[in-house]
Protein backbone atom coordinates (compact mmCIF):
# COMPACT_ATOMS: atom_id res chain seq x y z
CA UNK A 1 0.00 0.00 0.00
CA UNK A 2 1.01 3.37 -0.68
CA UNK A 3 1.56 6.01 1.79
CA UNK A 4 0.06 9.19 1.49
CA UNK A 5 1.73 12.47 2.03
CA UNK A 6 -0.62 14.88 3.71
CA UNK A 7 0.02 18.37 3.45
CA UNK A 8 -2.65 19.52 5.08
CA UNK A 9 -3.99 19.61 8.52
CA UNK A 10 -6.95 20.73 10.24
CA UNK A 11 -7.80 24.00 12.15
CA UNK A 12 -7.01 23.71 15.97
CA UNK A 13 -7.03 25.45 19.49
CA UNK A 14 -3.00 26.64 18.74
CA UNK A 15 -4.38 28.54 15.43
CA UNK A 16 -7.17 30.54 17.23
CA UNK A 17 -3.82 31.91 19.16
CA UNK A 18 -1.58 32.73 16.33
CA UNK A 19 -4.62 34.38 14.65
CA UNK A 20 -5.03 35.84 17.90
CA UNK A 21 -1.46 37.14 18.15
CA UNK A 22 -1.45 38.21 14.39
CA UNK A 23 -4.46 40.56 15.28
CA UNK A 24 -2.22 42.26 18.22
CA UNK A 25 -0.05 42.94 15.55
CA UNK A 26 -2.02 44.14 13.60
CA UNK A 27 -3.47 46.21 16.50
CA UNK A 28 0.14 47.41 16.92
CA UNK A 29 1.22 48.56 13.69
CA UNK A 30 -2.09 50.81 13.26
CA UNK A 31 -2.07 51.90 16.93
CA UNK A 32 1.61 53.33 16.37
CA UNK A 33 0.67 54.66 12.28
CA UNK A 34 -2.52 56.48 13.70
CA UNK A 35 -0.70 57.74 16.78
CA UNK A 36 2.40 59.50 14.95
CA UNK A 37 0.22 59.97 11.90
CA UNK A 38 -2.15 62.19 14.11
CA UNK A 39 -0.27 64.47 15.56
CA UNK A 40 1.58 64.65 12.24
CA UNK A 41 -1.58 65.31 10.30
CA UNK A 42 -2.82 67.57 12.97
CA UNK A 43 0.49 69.89 12.56
CA UNK A 44 0.22 69.98 8.52
CA UNK A 45 -3.80 70.52 8.66
CA UNK A 46 -2.59 73.57 10.72
CA UNK A 47 0.13 74.62 8.02
CA UNK A 48 -2.23 74.16 5.71
CA UNK A 49 -4.84 76.40 7.65
CA UNK A 50 -2.24 79.23 8.27
CA UNK A 51 -1.19 78.68 4.59
CA UNK A 52 1.48 81.14 5.13
CA UNK A 53 4.57 79.20 4.03
CA UNK A 54 5.69 78.12 0.57
CA UNK A 55 5.55 74.92 3.24
CA UNK A 56 1.68 74.96 2.42
CA UNK A 57 2.24 74.58 -1.16
CA UNK A 58 4.52 71.65 -0.95
CA UNK A 59 2.95 69.32 2.03
CA UNK A 60 -0.33 69.99 0.14
CA UNK A 61 0.93 68.23 -2.80
CA UNK A 62 2.50 65.97 -1.68
CA UNK A 63 -0.66 64.78 0.74
CA UNK A 64 -2.48 64.65 -2.43
CA UNK A 65 -0.39 62.10 -3.40
CA UNK A 66 -0.50 59.79 -0.57
CA UNK A 67 -3.82 60.82 0.03
CA UNK A 68 -4.30 59.65 -4.07
CA UNK A 69 -1.89 56.74 -4.72
CA UNK A 70 -3.48 53.23 -3.67
CA UNK A 71 -1.75 52.29 -0.53
CA UNK A 72 -0.83 49.12 -1.86
CA UNK A 73 1.08 50.58 -3.97
CA UNK A 74 3.08 52.91 -1.85
CA UNK A 75 3.89 49.77 0.50
CA UNK A 76 5.82 47.81 -2.91
CA UNK A 77 7.41 51.18 -3.92
CA UNK A 78 8.71 52.21 -0.54
CA UNK A 79 9.77 48.96 0.35
CA UNK A 80 11.12 47.97 -2.76
CA UNK A 81 12.63 51.37 -3.54
CA UNK A 82 13.65 52.56 -0.34
CA UNK A 83 16.82 50.35 0.36
CA UNK A 84 18.39 52.40 -3.37
CA UNK A 85 18.79 55.13 -1.52
CA UNK A 86 20.01 53.53 1.88
CA UNK A 87 16.83 53.16 3.79
CA UNK A 88 16.42 49.58 4.51
CA UNK A 89 13.57 48.59 6.39
CA UNK A 90 11.80 45.79 7.78
CA UNK A 91 8.60 44.73 6.09
CA UNK A 92 7.29 46.47 9.70
CA UNK A 93 8.89 49.35 9.91
CA UNK A 94 8.31 49.84 5.69
CA UNK A 95 4.67 49.57 6.81
CA UNK A 96 4.54 52.00 9.95
CA UNK A 97 6.05 54.72 7.96
CA UNK A 98 3.86 54.18 4.59
CA UNK A 99 0.29 53.87 6.59
CA UNK A 100 1.93 57.04 9.14
CA UNK A 101 2.53 59.22 6.24
CA UNK A 102 -1.08 57.70 4.94
CA UNK A 103 -2.81 58.61 8.02
CA UNK A 104 -1.59 62.02 7.88
CA UNK A 105 -2.18 62.68 4.71
CA UNK A 106 -5.62 62.03 5.80
CA UNK A 107 -5.81 63.26 9.52
CA UNK A 108 -4.38 66.63 7.69
CA UNK A 109 -7.72 67.41 5.92
CA UNK A 110 -9.67 66.66 8.78
CA UNK A 111 -7.61 68.56 10.92
CA UNK A 112 -7.75 71.73 8.77
CA UNK A 113 -11.82 71.19 8.53
CA UNK A 114 -11.83 71.30 12.26
CA UNK A 115 -9.70 74.25 13.19
CA UNK A 116 -11.88 76.26 10.21
CA UNK A 117 -14.81 74.78 11.84
CA UNK A 118 -14.60 77.22 14.95
CA UNK A 119 -16.00 80.24 14.16
CA UNK A 120 -13.73 83.60 13.49
CA UNK A 121 -14.95 85.80 15.79
CA UNK A 122 -14.87 82.87 18.64
CA UNK A 123 -11.34 83.38 18.13
CA UNK A 124 -11.31 86.98 18.08
CA UNK A 125 -13.43 86.39 21.45
CA UNK A 126 -10.58 84.15 22.87
CA UNK A 127 -7.72 86.98 21.88
CA UNK A 128 -9.85 90.04 23.06
CA UNK A 129 -9.61 88.15 26.70
CA UNK A 130 -5.31 88.25 25.98
CA UNK A 131 -5.12 84.39 25.22
CA UNK A 132 -1.74 84.24 22.93
CA UNK A 133 -2.44 82.93 19.75
CA UNK A 134 -1.07 79.46 21.26
CA UNK A 135 -3.74 79.65 23.70
CA UNK A 136 -6.61 80.21 21.79
CA UNK A 137 -5.42 77.63 19.30
CA UNK A 138 -5.06 75.16 22.55
CA UNK A 139 -7.76 76.02 24.69
CA UNK A 140 -10.34 76.90 22.31
CA UNK A 141 -9.31 75.94 18.60
CA UNK A 142 -8.51 72.24 19.82
CA UNK A 143 -11.61 71.03 22.33
CA UNK A 144 -13.73 72.78 20.09
CA UNK A 145 -12.90 72.00 16.37
CA UNK A 146 -11.44 68.72 17.81
CA UNK A 147 -14.95 67.85 18.57
CA UNK A 148 -16.53 68.81 15.34
CA UNK A 149 -14.27 66.51 13.56
CA UNK A 150 -14.13 63.56 15.98
CA UNK A 151 -16.28 61.43 13.78
CA UNK A 152 -14.50 62.22 10.60
CA UNK A 153 -11.26 60.97 12.65
CA UNK A 154 -12.88 58.14 13.96
CA UNK A 155 -13.55 57.10 10.49
CA UNK A 156 -9.77 57.18 9.40
CA UNK A 157 -8.79 55.47 12.17
CA UNK A 158 -10.83 52.30 11.35
CA UNK A 159 -9.52 53.10 7.44
CA UNK A 160 -6.49 52.73 8.65
CA UNK A 161 -6.65 49.62 10.91
CA UNK A 162 -8.07 48.08 7.71
CA UNK A 163 -6.19 49.41 5.29
CA UNK A 164 -2.97 47.91 7.56
CA UNK A 165 -4.09 44.37 6.23
CA UNK A 166 -2.25 45.30 2.65
CA UNK A 167 1.27 45.52 4.82
CA UNK A 168 0.54 41.58 4.61
CA UNK A 169 1.82 41.98 0.90
CA UNK A 170 5.31 43.02 2.19
CA UNK A 171 5.10 39.61 3.91
CA UNK A 172 4.60 40.81 7.54
CA UNK A 173 2.33 38.69 9.35
CA UNK A 174 -0.68 40.21 10.64
CA UNK A 175 -4.07 39.14 10.64
CA UNK A 176 -4.80 38.97 7.11
CA UNK A 177 -1.09 37.13 6.33
CA UNK A 178 -1.54 35.10 9.31
CA UNK A 179 -5.37 34.06 7.79
CA UNK A 180 -3.76 33.43 4.57
CA UNK A 181 -1.47 31.03 6.07
CA UNK A 182 -3.62 29.15 7.69
CA UNK A 183 -6.03 28.77 4.95
CA UNK A 184 -2.99 27.28 2.59
CA UNK A 185 -2.34 24.76 5.84
CA UNK A 186 -6.00 24.38 6.44
CA UNK A 187 -8.04 24.92 2.90
CA UNK A 188 -10.98 25.78 5.10
CA UNK A 189 -10.72 29.41 3.70
CA UNK A 190 -14.60 30.37 5.10
CA UNK A 191 -13.56 29.16 8.90
CA UNK A 192 -10.79 31.38 8.79
CA UNK A 193 -11.34 34.50 6.92
CA UNK A 194 -15.14 34.52 9.26
CA UNK A 195 -12.75 34.21 12.39
CA UNK A 196 -10.32 36.92 10.66
CA UNK A 197 -12.94 38.98 10.24
CA UNK A 198 -14.51 38.78 13.56
CA UNK A 199 -11.15 39.29 14.78
CA UNK A 200 -11.37 42.99 12.81
CA UNK A 201 -14.49 43.51 14.23
CA UNK A 202 -13.57 42.81 17.68
CA UNK A 203 -10.52 45.68 17.20
CA UNK A 204 -12.62 48.22 15.26
CA UNK A 205 -16.27 47.64 17.46
CA UNK A 206 -15.17 49.02 20.82
CA UNK A 207 -13.44 51.95 19.46
CA UNK A 208 -16.49 52.98 17.44
CA UNK A 209 -18.73 52.34 20.38
CA UNK A 210 -16.39 54.06 22.89
CA UNK A 211 -16.47 57.83 20.10
CA UNK A 212 -20.09 57.34 19.80
CA UNK A 213 -20.18 57.50 23.69
CA UNK A 214 -17.51 60.33 24.11
CA UNK A 215 -20.20 62.21 21.30
CA UNK A 216 -23.06 61.33 23.27
CA UNK A 217 -21.25 63.35 26.22
CA UNK A 218 -20.20 66.12 24.10
CA UNK A 219 -23.96 66.45 22.59
CA UNK A 220 -24.99 68.00 26.10
CA UNK B 1 -7.49 107.23 28.91
CA UNK B 2 -8.14 106.07 25.10
CA UNK B 3 -6.57 109.00 22.55
CA UNK B 4 -6.86 108.25 19.17
CA UNK B 5 -5.16 110.36 16.60
CA UNK B 6 -6.09 110.50 12.57
CA UNK B 7 -6.95 106.49 12.56
CA UNK B 8 -7.25 105.09 9.26
CA UNK B 9 -8.18 101.68 8.25
CA UNK B 10 -8.81 100.21 4.65
CA UNK B 11 -9.88 96.75 3.77
CA UNK B 12 -8.13 96.41 0.23
CA UNK B 13 -9.66 99.45 -1.64
CA UNK B 14 -12.22 100.16 1.16
CA UNK B 15 -11.68 102.96 3.03
CA UNK B 16 -13.07 102.38 5.97
CA UNK B 17 -12.50 104.51 9.00
CA UNK B 18 -11.15 108.19 7.25
CA UNK B 19 -8.84 110.03 9.82
CA UNK B 20 -10.40 109.40 13.12
CA UNK B 21 -10.14 111.70 16.00
CA UNK B 22 -11.40 110.58 20.17
CA UNK B 23 -10.23 110.61 23.24
CA UNK B 24 -12.57 109.00 25.60
CA UNK B 25 -12.04 109.48 29.19
CA UNK B 26 -12.03 106.78 32.58
CA UNK B 27 -15.36 106.43 33.57
CA UNK B 28 -16.73 108.14 30.48
CA UNK B 29 -19.96 106.22 28.49
CA UNK B 30 -19.51 106.95 24.74
CA UNK B 31 -22.05 105.71 22.67
CA UNK B 32 -21.26 105.37 18.94
CA UNK B 33 -23.87 105.56 16.37
CA UNK B 34 -24.26 105.30 12.54
CA UNK B 35 -25.54 102.89 9.80
CA UNK B 36 -24.28 99.99 8.90
CA UNK B 37 -20.77 99.84 7.20
CA UNK B 38 -19.85 103.07 8.91
CA UNK B 39 -17.33 102.08 10.65
CA UNK B 40 -18.17 101.78 13.94
CA UNK B 41 -17.57 97.96 14.37
CA UNK B 42 -14.30 98.43 12.87
CA UNK B 43 -13.16 101.42 14.84
CA UNK B 44 -13.56 98.98 17.96
CA UNK B 45 -11.41 96.66 16.85
CA UNK B 46 -8.97 99.09 16.12
CA UNK B 47 -8.57 99.83 19.43
CA UNK B 48 -7.68 96.76 20.74
CA UNK B 49 -5.61 95.69 18.01
CA UNK B 50 -7.73 93.02 16.23
CA UNK B 51 -7.86 94.92 13.36
CA UNK B 52 -4.27 96.51 12.40
CA UNK B 53 -4.57 100.08 10.95
CA UNK B 54 -2.68 101.77 8.42
CA UNK B 55 -2.70 105.45 9.79
CA UNK B 56 -2.40 107.24 12.73
CA UNK B 57 -2.63 106.03 15.97
CA UNK B 58 -4.10 104.56 18.84
CA UNK B 59 -3.36 105.11 22.80
CA UNK B 60 -4.29 103.42 26.22
CA UNK B 61 -3.28 105.15 29.20
CA UNK B 62 -0.15 106.24 26.97
CA UNK B 63 0.53 102.54 25.73
CA UNK B 64 0.74 102.71 21.59
CA UNK B 65 -1.79 99.49 20.77
CA UNK B 66 -0.43 99.20 17.17
CA UNK B 67 3.33 99.63 18.17
CA UNK B 68 5.60 97.03 17.50
CA UNK B 69 6.95 96.57 21.02
CA UNK B 70 3.21 96.62 22.78
CA UNK B 71 2.60 92.99 24.08
CA UNK B 72 -0.82 93.33 22.77
CA UNK B 73 -1.54 89.94 24.84
CA UNK B 74 -0.94 92.06 28.41
CA UNK B 75 -2.80 95.07 26.68
CA UNK B 76 -6.14 93.45 25.83
CA UNK B 77 -6.37 92.80 29.43
CA UNK B 78 -7.37 96.19 30.30
CA UNK B 79 -9.77 96.09 27.43
CA UNK B 80 -13.26 94.10 27.69
CA UNK B 81 -14.57 93.24 24.38
CA UNK B 82 -18.77 91.87 24.09
CA UNK B 83 -19.32 91.15 20.52
CA UNK B 84 -22.81 90.73 18.73
CA UNK B 85 -22.12 87.18 18.22
CA UNK B 86 -21.69 86.08 21.86
CA UNK B 87 -19.07 83.43 21.52
CA UNK B 88 -19.40 81.36 24.47
CA UNK B 89 -17.34 78.69 23.84
CA UNK B 90 -19.35 75.41 23.75
CA UNK B 91 -17.35 72.80 25.16
CA UNK B 92 -16.92 74.82 28.85
CA UNK B 93 -19.40 75.41 31.58
CA UNK B 94 -20.49 79.03 32.40
CA UNK B 95 -18.16 78.91 34.95
CA UNK B 96 -15.55 77.48 32.99
CA UNK B 97 -16.14 79.81 30.04
CA UNK B 98 -15.30 82.81 32.75
CA UNK B 99 -12.58 81.19 34.09
CA UNK B 100 -10.90 80.10 31.54
CA UNK B 101 -8.93 83.66 30.64
CA UNK B 102 -7.82 84.56 34.34
CA UNK B 103 -6.57 81.22 35.00
CA UNK B 104 -4.46 80.80 31.35
CA UNK B 105 -3.52 84.34 31.09
CA UNK B 106 -3.14 85.81 34.21
CA UNK B 107 -2.12 82.76 35.98
CA UNK B 108 -4.74 82.77 38.56
CA UNK B 109 -5.01 79.32 40.36
CA UNK B 110 -8.32 76.95 39.48
CA UNK B 111 -9.96 77.77 42.92
CA UNK B 112 -9.54 81.80 42.16
CA UNK B 113 -10.28 81.50 38.86
CA UNK B 114 -13.32 79.81 39.79
CA UNK B 115 -14.35 82.15 42.42
CA UNK B 116 -13.64 85.39 40.04
CA UNK B 117 -16.44 83.65 37.49
CA UNK B 118 -19.06 82.86 40.39
CA UNK B 119 -19.09 86.45 41.35
CA UNK B 120 -18.95 87.57 38.04
CA UNK B 121 -21.97 85.80 36.97
CA UNK B 122 -23.69 86.51 40.27
CA UNK B 123 -22.54 90.62 39.13
CA UNK B 124 -24.28 89.64 35.54
CA UNK B 125 -27.41 87.68 37.53
CA UNK B 126 -26.43 84.14 36.10
CA UNK B 127 -25.74 82.80 39.97
CA UNK B 128 -28.28 80.04 39.05
CA UNK B 129 -26.26 79.05 35.87
CA UNK B 130 -22.89 78.67 36.94
CA UNK B 131 -22.95 74.83 35.90
CA UNK B 132 -24.80 75.02 33.03
CA UNK B 133 -23.82 74.87 29.35
CA UNK B 134 -23.97 77.41 26.99
CA UNK B 135 -26.23 75.22 24.63
CA UNK B 136 -28.79 75.22 27.91
CA UNK B 137 -28.69 79.17 28.21
CA UNK B 138 -30.79 81.37 26.04
CA UNK B 139 -29.01 84.40 23.61
CA UNK B 140 -29.29 86.71 26.68
CA UNK B 141 -27.89 84.50 29.01
CA UNK B 142 -25.34 83.41 26.80
CA UNK B 143 -24.39 87.30 26.01
CA UNK B 144 -24.29 88.18 29.77
CA UNK B 145 -22.00 85.81 30.09
CA UNK B 146 -20.09 87.18 27.40
CA UNK B 147 -19.94 90.18 29.55
CA UNK B 148 -19.08 88.44 32.86
CA UNK B 149 -16.43 86.81 30.89
CA UNK B 150 -14.85 90.06 30.19
CA UNK B 151 -15.02 91.43 33.48
CA UNK B 152 -13.30 88.12 34.96
CA UNK B 153 -10.21 90.00 33.94
CA UNK B 154 -10.85 92.96 35.30
CA UNK B 155 -10.88 95.09 32.52
CA UNK B 156 -10.50 99.25 32.68
CA UNK B 157 -12.51 99.73 29.57
CA UNK B 158 -14.85 98.07 27.97
CA UNK B 159 -15.93 97.57 24.22
CA UNK B 160 -19.58 96.72 23.24
CA UNK B 161 -19.88 95.70 19.94
CA UNK B 162 -23.25 95.90 19.09
CA UNK B 163 -24.15 93.64 22.02
CA UNK B 164 -27.82 93.35 21.37
CA UNK B 165 -27.91 93.42 17.66
CA UNK B 166 -27.83 89.74 17.33
CA UNK B 167 -30.58 89.21 20.08
CA UNK B 168 -34.49 88.04 20.02
CA UNK B 169 -35.65 91.43 21.04
CA UNK B 170 -37.80 90.20 24.47
CA UNK B 171 -33.96 89.59 25.46
CA UNK B 172 -32.52 92.98 24.54
CA UNK B 173 -33.37 94.30 27.65
CA UNK B 174 -31.91 92.20 30.33
CA UNK B 175 -28.32 92.49 28.56
CA UNK B 176 -29.02 96.83 28.30
CA UNK B 177 -29.74 96.42 31.97
CA UNK B 178 -26.11 94.86 32.83
CA UNK B 179 -24.75 97.42 30.36
CA UNK B 180 -26.52 100.16 32.63
CA UNK B 181 -25.49 98.28 35.64
CA UNK B 182 -21.74 98.68 34.71
CA UNK B 183 -22.37 102.33 33.62
CA UNK B 184 -23.40 103.09 36.82
CA UNK B 185 -20.75 101.36 38.72
CA UNK B 186 -18.39 104.04 36.56
CA UNK B 187 -17.24 101.69 34.08
CA UNK B 188 -15.28 103.50 30.94
CA UNK B 189 -17.70 102.11 27.95
CA UNK B 190 -17.69 101.89 23.59
CA UNK B 191 -20.85 101.22 23.01
CA UNK B 192 -21.60 100.44 19.03
CA UNK B 193 -25.07 100.56 19.24
CA UNK B 194 -28.59 100.76 17.31
CA UNK B 195 -30.24 101.16 21.20
CA UNK B 196 -31.07 105.05 20.95
CA UNK B 197 -32.78 104.63 23.97
CA UNK B 198 -29.84 103.46 26.11
CA UNK B 199 -27.48 105.69 24.34
CA UNK B 200 -29.27 108.53 25.27
CA UNK B 201 -30.30 107.43 29.07
CA UNK B 202 -26.78 105.69 29.64
CA UNK B 203 -24.68 107.78 27.44
CA UNK B 204 -21.86 110.98 28.20
CA UNK B 205 -21.38 111.58 24.80
CA UNK B 206 -22.96 110.25 21.50
CA UNK B 207 -20.71 110.28 18.54
CA UNK B 208 -22.59 109.84 15.09
CA UNK B 209 -20.56 107.57 12.14
CA UNK B 210 -21.40 108.32 8.50
CA UNK B 211 -19.22 106.56 6.04
CA UNK B 212 -15.62 106.17 7.75
CA UNK B 213 -16.17 110.04 9.33
CA UNK B 214 -16.99 110.74 12.49
CA UNK B 215 -19.59 113.26 11.94
CA UNK B 216 -20.56 114.52 15.27
CA UNK B 217 -20.11 114.07 18.88
CA UNK B 218 -21.60 115.42 21.81
CA UNK B 219 -23.42 115.17 24.70
CA UNK B 220 -26.87 112.83 23.86
CA UNK B 221 -29.14 116.29 24.15
CA UNK B 222 -27.41 117.47 21.24
CA UNK B 223 -27.29 114.62 19.27
CA UNK B 224 -30.74 113.58 19.69
CA UNK B 225 -32.21 116.84 20.14
CA UNK B 226 -30.40 119.43 18.20
CA UNK B 227 -27.92 117.44 16.01
CA UNK B 228 -25.90 119.71 14.35
CA UNK B 229 -24.92 117.74 11.14
CA UNK B 230 -27.23 117.09 8.16
CA UNK B 231 -26.47 113.71 7.91
CA UNK B 232 -27.13 112.89 11.75
CA UNK B 233 -30.04 114.64 11.60
CA UNK B 234 -31.29 112.47 8.71
CA UNK B 235 -30.00 109.42 10.33
CA UNK B 236 -32.27 109.55 13.16
CA UNK B 237 -35.31 110.67 11.48
CA UNK B 238 -34.85 107.02 9.96
CA UNK B 239 -34.46 105.56 12.82
CA UNK B 240 -37.14 106.80 15.09
Not at chain 1, 88 to 105: C, E, H, K, M, Q
Request: with cysteine.
Amino acid sequence: MQETITFFSGFGASDLWFLGDAALKTLWISLLSISIGTVLGVIFGWMLHEGKWMAAATIGSILDIFRSVPLIIQLVLFYNFAPIVGLSLDPFGSGVVILTIYTAALVSNVARGGIEAVPVSMRKASRSLGMSYWQDLFHIVLPIGGRAVFPAWIGVVLGVMKDSALVSVLGYVELLKASQILITRTQEPFLILALAGAFYFALSYPISRYAAKFEQRWAQ
Amino acid sequence: MIEIRDLHKHFGDLHVLKGIDLDVKKGEVLSVIGSSGSGKSTLLYCINSLEKIQQGSVKIDGIDVHAKSTDVNKLRQKLGMVFQQWNSFPHLTAMENVALAPRIVKGKSKEEALHIAETQLKHVGLGDKLKNYPSALSGGQQQRLAIARALAMEPEYMLFDEATSALDPEKVGEVLDTMRLLAEEGMTMICVTHEMGFARDVSDRVAYFHHGVMEEIGPPEQIFDAPVSEHTRKFLANVR
